[in-house]
C-alpha cells in the first residue's frame, strides 16, 4: 500500500505497481508521472466515480477500481492497448457503453454492479478468456459475445437470465461456468438434518475463502471432530453465498465428495457441519495468477507420477459423474479445489460455483468435461514420465476432453478408467 504523501514528492518514480486508498474522489494527476514503468494500478477502496483518459499509461497492463463508486464504466481505457485486465467490482455501474475496451481485454471483472445488459462490441474482445458478471441485473447477453471463440471461464450467477444462450455451448473453449441464482437455474431440494450451534464447540480457523471461512469444531451431537462452514452471506465472484450451501447439501454421498452432516439452525448466519477431512491431505494445486488466468498454479517443486494422475482422474471423473447425475454442475473443476493425501485418495470441494440444471442437457456436463481436461493437461504437464501405456492412455483421454468440437466430447459416465 502506497500513500499520495509518497506519490506527490516523487518517491515512487520508476515503480510497477501502485496501491493507492485513501477516499480519493479524483483521479490524482501524478500518477502520469510513473507512465514510463506504471504496470498495475490499483485504486480499489475509494470514492471515486471518473476517470480522466488513461492512454498515457502506455505499459499499464492491470487496473483495478473495485469498492468505489462508478454508475458508468468509465471510457478511459480505449487506447491503452496492452491492458489485459480490468476491474471494477461492487461499484453502481448501470451502463456499458459500445467499444470502450481495447481489444487486448483477456481478463473483465464487472461483478456486483447494476448492468442489465452489455455492449454488443464485448464480441470484439477476441482475447478474452475470464469475464466475471455475477451479481449484476442481466437478463440476456449479446449474441456478438458468441464471436469471443478464447472465453474459457465465464461467471453469470445472481443475475436475471431467463435462459442460458444455446451459442454458449458451442464455445469451443468455455470450461468453468456458474449461473446459479438466475431465473433459468434449475431447482432442487434435498432434505438435511439441523443442528444447533450450540451443540459445536468450535475450534481454529481451518481455511477462508471468498464466501465464508471454515472451522474445526466437536460435534457433541455426532460426538466427533467436524468441520464448520460459515458463510458470509454477501455476493461473491461466483454467485449468492445460499447457492452455493444449497448446491453443497444436494452433492449427496461419494468417496470423492466431502460428507455433507447437517445445516445450522437456531442461528442468524448460514452454515453446514461437514465431514473433518484430516490434515494429512493438502491442495493439489494453487489457484491462477495474474499470468495464467484461468489456469491452476504449483508450487516450483511439484511433480506427479502417473499413478497419481491416474488416481486423480479416476475419483474425480466419478465424483463429476455421480453430480451431473444429479443435474449439478460443479463450475470450479480445479486442482486448487482437490485435497489429496499421500495414497492418492482425493475430494473434490468448494460448491460456490456450482448450479443445477435439468439433467437431460448434458451440453453443460461437456463444458465441464473441457476443465477436466484441462486439469489432466496441467498435472500431465508436471509428469516426468512421458512415455509407456498409461501415459498415452492418459494423453489421449485429455484431448478427448478437450476436443473443440464440444459434442465430440465424452460424458463423464463415458469415461472409462
Known sequence: MHTLEQLRSGKLKGIKRLTLSENLTYFPEEIFDLAETLEILDLSNNHLSHLPDLSRLTRLKIAFFSNNRFTSFPSSFRECNNLYMVGFKNNQIE?????????????LIVTDNRLMSLPRSIG???????????GNRLETLPDEMAQCQNLELLRLSANNLQKVPEWLWTLPKLSWLAFSGNPCSAKALYELQE???DTLDVKEKLGSGASGDIYKAYSLQHQKPVALKLFKGAITSDGYAHDEMNATISTGEHPNLIKVLAKLSGDDRLGLVLEYIPNMYRN????????????????????????TIYAVAKGIASASAHLHARGLMHGDLYAHNILINDDNH????????????????????RIEVRAFGCLLEDMLSLCPTKEGTL????EELREKCMNESVEERPLFSEIRL
Request: proline share 5%; glycine share 4%.
Open 95 to 107: 451502463d456499458f457503453d459500445e467499444d470502450i475496451l481495447p481489444e487486448s481485454i483477456s481478463w
Open 124 to 134: 470484439k474482445l477476441s482475447k478474452l478468456h475470464k469475464c466475471a458478471l455475477a
Open 195 to 197: 443442528i444447533s450451534f
Open 284 to 307: 493439489l494445486g494453487l489457484p491462477p495468477d495474474f499470468e495464467t488466468c484461468t489456469r491452476d498454479t504449483f508450487a516450483k517443486e511439484t511433480s506427479f507420477s502417473l499413478e
Open 346 to 365: 482425493c475430494y473434490l470441494g468448494d460448491f460456490g460455483a456450482a448450479s443445477f440444471y435439468e439433467p437431460h442437457c448434458k451440453e453443460f456436463e
Open 391 to 394: 501415459y498415452s492412455m492418459l
